[in-house]
């Protein structure tokens, strides 16, 4: 039976180029992680390739080596390592040790003079090796037992791969090595010989260097371009040669302190490792690691992370007896964590299939009340419980938790005995999102990974996946019972870690209670409310867009000549570039010319046809599929309306988000867009009224920066594009035209998103020396606007996050990045947040206080859409002149700036006609 191979894996190869190739990645605290966990994902897919092989990870040492001495220059081209990677190496040796593999850095040498001196070892002892390493030189060790892989690209090299990759034997790469040199590393070579001209030597000679400076007067007469100049070139060079063969060998005989049988991984240290795991961030793996430990009876101990109770005591309340019990229990508690399961994710068609409570860290119990699988136990009966829970859950002074509990306040709000949850004060979602919301993702099993260091029961663990996964009612309560009482305890628990957390920084906390908790019971009756839209001219429209789309087929193939796949970027591609011969603006990642959007845009800007009928039929092709034929398939059967889902925890600057379906992106510039706003319209005896802010995020901005220009403007209700036009172009008021004024708006809302003068100028159509000239005349009339972003910039540098008017903060991990282009990205960032979640923060306060009046009053009047800056109401026909009075003043009154804040009302049978 053959050994197992010896694996030899040159680490410091991996690292830079797991840096180069992959996209970059940090932590919410800005450490990079990217080349870290690139390398460890390339060694744990070779150890799953080579279970049984001994292996070890070999890294350069710091400081020189013997070549640095035969050599002053060696390496002396290759810039130093760039900081975001230096930061990685020690995390990724620490990572590499925990996970049991050995690791050497031998000083004095290089990692290929370690794995040179191990791989012969190994084969003079008849063991085969393998390399894993990308780099070239290596090609020159690889004999009968030696061979090269390289992980990254999949590709192995025996000696015939050598041969057919570089065109000579491995007995050979030295001498190739040595004639071409090397700029990396800065081996000279012989100045002049290439790879071509240095294969064609030594393959027209028959040998190495030995041999070609044995047979120069042979090299005149070879098939090489300027074969008769090379030998006095050869010769000149003679010495540079022979140090580029010695820099450029392999030292295959370094003193090793270790024996190749010592080179068995060791079992990982699962404690170090779950630390590194979590302070880089690599969630997955972590969890896998706690589930493995899990698994073993063991838990994992983590720095920051309270440790669980060791006894979980989860119960199924499957008797009258029990369930009193723990109602008495409820109703003393000072906070109930609850959640609901369910049979759907959608809470407008979900069923209750059972509810959980805890009162306590690591007590919890499961009430099943509609499973129906073969051999149920008997279940208590689901109104009964309900009802008997309706006056704890109704109780506004009955403080509750949950985990996204906007989703169980509406299924709850839609069973069979309705229950209107009142008092929940608080939220891990959304406590989880305030606390920093770019930090991780707000679901419960990331929370529980990062805050409690426990990896929860997953859904897929019990109802398996896929088409035959299972519904929550068909799930055997020996599961279901402790999956259910684990969502309430581990609810629970992260509450009273994220609210500590909170009250630590008291603007947080009161973004939670203020803005956040109230604006759940609002959003939650917006969903309910629905909207009614008409289905039959949404099907209309898509007839009409389908002949539009078709027709723009037509043109296109005209204008190809020839059919073609409209969708796919290959076909596309090679009609653009290969047969009409477009220029070539942008490649993807592969090399391929790119044909995406923003390519062909400008393209089409160049005034190519082809571009411009792509971008339409693109367009009308989104919006059939996304809205006039998908839209009637989302209305509910029981309601007739549809129900959007609103997200808090989705965007990091505080604004609301929506999916099934997601109503923010319906397009209003354009007449298809419009249309289906037309398509949502009012029941018979009501109206729509759709109120929106207007600029409002300029508004925030003349606030925030306090310039006379601007606050003078927006307080005279002047048109501040047309003001800003007459101060950039120097003109009066009346005379700036409409160009000079789409202009003006253009480096309005350009700067408020840190628009360059590139930018600008491709926005407007001018050069760009003349776009950076109207920036700098604009910061000379707005000199608050200048000073206010340079004001941003150094807060967000100093503290490493900026705040809303109202204290929430939005953490910039990589303001300090030594990558330019991310720092500036995150200094863009700084200056747009506060704005854009300024206005989330207003637009939440106007809703919580509109939902109020709304209650109070009694009115027929419900809001049912909110997008962007906009309300949708649909309120009864006699009453639309007192909602409209009240509305617009609720709305303005929903921050005090310094210019006021103006509220545009309109009224119509449909979404369109009101906006």
């Known amino acids: 039976m053959s050994q197992a191979p010896l694996v030899l894996v040159d680490g410091s190869s991996y690292l830079y180029r797991a840096f180069h190739a992959l996209p970059p990645l940090t932590t919410s605290a800005g450490l990079p992680t990217g080349a870290v966990k690139g390398v460890l994902n390339m060694l744990k897919s070779l150890r799953r390739q080579f279970p049984d092989s001994p292996f070890a990870v070999v890294f350069d040492a710091k400081g020189g080596t013997f070549r640095d001495e035969m050599f002053a220059e060696y390496k002396a081209n290759r810039p130093s390592m760039p900081d975001e990677l230096r930061v990685q190496v020690e995390p990724l040796h620490a990572s590499v040790r925990a996970l049991g593999l050995p690791l050497l850095c031998v000083e004095g040498v290089e990692a290929d003079d370690v794995i040179g001196t191990l791989a012969r070892q190994s084969a003079a002892g008849g063991r085969p090796v393998v390399i894993s390493t990308g780099d070239k030189d290596m090609a020159q060790l690889v004999d009968g037992h030696i061979t090269l892989v390289n992980t990254m690209t999949g590709s192995t090299l025996d000696v015939d791969g050598v041969k057919e990759k570089f065109g000579v034997g491995p007995e050979l790469i030295i001498d190739y090595l040595a004639l071409m040199g090397d700029k990396v590393d800065n081996i000279p070579g012989v100045p002049g010989v290439g790879e071509k001209t240095a294969l064609g030597l030594l393959t027209g000679v028959g040998g190495g260097l ?58 990982p240290d699962r404690e170090t490792l779950a630390e590194l795991y979590r302070i880089l961030e690599f969630k997955s793996w972590l969890d896998e690691l706690q589930r493995q430990a899990k698994s073993e009876g063991d838990s994992l101990v983590l720095e920051d992370v309270p440790a669980a109770k060791a006894e979980q005591r989860y119960e199924v309340v499957l008797d009258q007896a029990r369930f009193d019990a723990w109602l008495k229990k409820l109703e003393a508690a000072p906070l109930i964590a609850f959640d609901t399961e369910t049979t759907s994710l959608d809470a407008q068609q979900a069923q209750v299939v059972g509810v959980s409570f805890a009162v306590e ?34 109780d506004p002074a009955k403080a509750k938790v949950g985990q996204h509990a906007k989703y169980d306040m509406n299924v709850l709000a839609n069973a069979s005995t309705p229950i209107a949850v009142r008092g929940v004060a608080f939220d891990t979602m959304l406590e989880s999102y305030v606390l920093d919301s770019t930090a991780t993702r707000h679901d419960m099993d990331s929370l529980a990974l990062k805050y409690l260091g426990h990896s929860t029961i997953r859904f897929e663990d019990i109802a398996g996946k896929g088409a035959k996964q299972l519904t929550f009612d068909q799930i055997a309560l020996e599961q279901a019972g402790p999956y259910a009482a684990e969502d309430a305890d581990v609810t629970l628990r992260l509450h009273q870690v994220l609210w500590q957390k909170l009250e630590a920084v008291p603007s947080l906390a009161k973004v939670l209670t203020e803005i956040e908790m109230p604006l759940v019971p609002v959003l939650a009756r917006i969903e309910r409310n629905g909207a009614l839209v008409d289905g039959k001219l949404l099907g209309q429209q898509s007839l009409e867009l389908g002949e539009k789309l078709v027709a723009l087929e037509r043109q296109a193939f005209d204008l190809a000549g020839q059919e073609f796949n409209l969708g796919s970027p290959k076909q596309l591609g090679a009609i653009l570039y290969e047969k009409l011969g477009l220029p070539v603006l942008a490649k993807t990642a592969t090399g391929q010319p790119s044909t995406a959007e923003n390519v062909l845009a400008d393209l089409a800007e160049q005034d190519f046809e082809l571009p411009k009928v792509i971008m339409q039929y693109r367009s009308l ?56 706003r037309q398509a949502f319209v009012a029941p018979e005896g009501y109206k729509l009224l759709a109120a929106d802010y207007s600029q409002i995020e300029l508004r925030i901005m003349a606030h925030l920066a306090k310039d006379e220009g601007l606050l003078d403007a927006f307080r005279h209700g002047r048109d501040v594009h047309r003001a800003t036009a007459a101060e950039v172009f120097g003109v009066a008021l009346d005379e700036v035209t409409s160009d000079q004024r789409r202009s003006a708006k253009a480096i309005n809302f350009g700067l408020i998103y840190g628009m360059s003068a590139f930018g600008l100028a491709k926005q407007i159509g001018v050069e760009r020396k003349e776009a950076q000239a109207y920036i700098d005349r604009y910061f000379a009339r707005y000199p608050g606007v200048l000073a206010y972003m340079e004001r941003t910039r150094e807060q967000a540098a100093a503290q490493g996050f900026v705040e809303t008017l109202f204290g929430r903060r939005l953490y910039l991990p990589e303001i300090h990045s030594k990558n330019q282009a991310m ?14 979640g300024t206005a989330a923060d207003i637009m939440k306060r106007a809703m919580v206080a509109v939902d109020d009046w709304l209650q109070d009053s009694g009115l027929d009047a419900r809001v049912i859409l909110q997008v962007h800056d906009e309300l949708v109401l649909e309120v009864r026909e006699d009453l639309v002149e007192r909602v409209r009075d009240t509305l617009r003043p609720l709305m303005s009154g929903a921050a005090e700036l310094d210019v006021p804040l103006v509220v545009e009302a309109g009224v119509g049978n449909n979404w369109d006609e009101a906006h």
């Open 210 to 267: 030995d041999v070609l400076y044995a047979s120069l007067d042979k090299v005149p007469e070879l098939p090489i371009r300027g074969a008769k100049g090379l030998p006095a070139k050869l010769l000149e060079h003679k010495d540079m040669a022979f140090l580029s063969y010695k820099l450029a060998t392999i030292k295959c005989d370094v003193e090793l302190d270790v024996e190749i049988d010592a080179l068995h991984p060791g079992e």
């Open 361 to 394: 860290a690591g007590e919890a119990a499961y009430v099943p009340l509609a499973h129906s699988y073969m051999g149920v136990p008997a279940q208590l009966d689901r109104d009964a419980v309900l009802k008997a829970l309706k006056p704890l859950l109704e």
């Open 823 to 836: 720092r500036k990205g995150a200094e863009r960032t700084a200056i747009n947040a506060p704005m854009q």
């Open 621 to 676: 092709s989104k919006l059939k599929s996304t809205y006039t034929d998908r839209l009637p398939e989302q209305i509910n059967p029981r309601t007739g309306r549809i129900h959007t889902s609103y997200h808090q925890a989705v965007a990091a600057t505080g604004r609301l988000s929506s999916s099934d379906p997601n109503l923010q992106n319906i397009p209003i510039r354009t007449a298809e867009g419009r249309r289906i």
